[in-house]
């Protein structure tokens, strides 16, 4: 699989948008780009995933490079509920591709 | 989005005991699930994936025979830790392919914690 690389931490103000970035230099054309977070204790949770075009839904937006060799996970308007690992993961659209986790982003937002 | 349920969220069991973690796809059926194990602060680990009808494929160094894993219908897979050891302690999560989402979308569970004493 092809690795992703994301800032360890990050730290965010309430309200305020916050910009996770991810690289993915090596991702091959049929790679998707999936986002996941994880609160404590819970299970990862999906959060918005894209090939090539700019993604929106109701908990994010995901910005794709044009090269495609980096991708930006958008949250709007942090909220204290928003504290979580945010993990950037590539994977294949066959069936049997699993999900390989790195080490994810820790969000940390101040109220 | 989809919904994986897993039962028990938590466990406690003696030490060469064995436990058995059940993992459902509530709206879906999913031919396809798989098994991490998650230390604490640290990230999830891929254990194995369960096909519907066949053998579990095991990641290196994952002991089959200890982990037994079976998929038994389209909308359950179940996780057996036999003989279990304090060492085998950890969180526990399923997830499963949703086939009818673009990009073959995976969801995952709420996790298990096992305790093992």
């Known amino acids: 699989d092809a690795k992703t690389t994301q800032p360890n931490s990050m730290e965010s103000n309430e309200e305020e948008p916050v910009h996770l970035p991810c690289n993915h230099s090596t991702i091959s054309g049929t790679d998707y780009i999936h986002w996941y977070r994880q609160l404590p204790s819970q299970g990862p949770e999906y959060v918005i995933h894209?090939?090539?075009s700019n993604v929106n839904n109701r908990m994010a937006s995901l910005a794709i490079a044009e090269d495609r060799k980096s991708s930006t996970l958008i949250l709007h308007r942090a909220t204290l509920r928003d504290a979580a690992v945010y993990y950037c993961i590539l994977r294949g659209n066959n069936a049997g591709n699993m999900l390989t986790f790195g080490g994810g982003t820790r969000l940390m937002v101040k109220p | 989005g989809a919904v994986v349920s897993q039962h028990p969220s938590r466990v406690i069991c003696k030490s060469g005991t064995s436990v058995k973690i059940e993992c459902r796809s509530l709206?879906?059926?999913?031919?396809?699930m798989f098994w991490y194990r998650q230390f604490p602060k640290q990230s999830l680990m891929l254990m194995a994936t369960s096909n519907e009808g066949s053998k579990a494929t095991y990641e290196q160094g994952v002991e089959k025979d200890k982990f037994l894993i079976n998929h038994a219908s389209l909308t359950l897979s179940t996780l057996t830790v036999t003989s279990a050891h304090p060492e085998d302690s950890s969180f526990y999560i399923c997830?499963?392919?949703?086939?009818?989402?673009?990009?073959?979308?995976?969801?995952f569970g709420e996790g298990s914690w096992l305790t093992v004493v």
């Open positions: 997830s499963a392919r949703d086939p009818r989402s673009s990009g073959n979308t995976i969801y």
């Open positions: 709206d879906f059926q999913a031919t396809t």
């Open positions: 894209g090939l090539t």
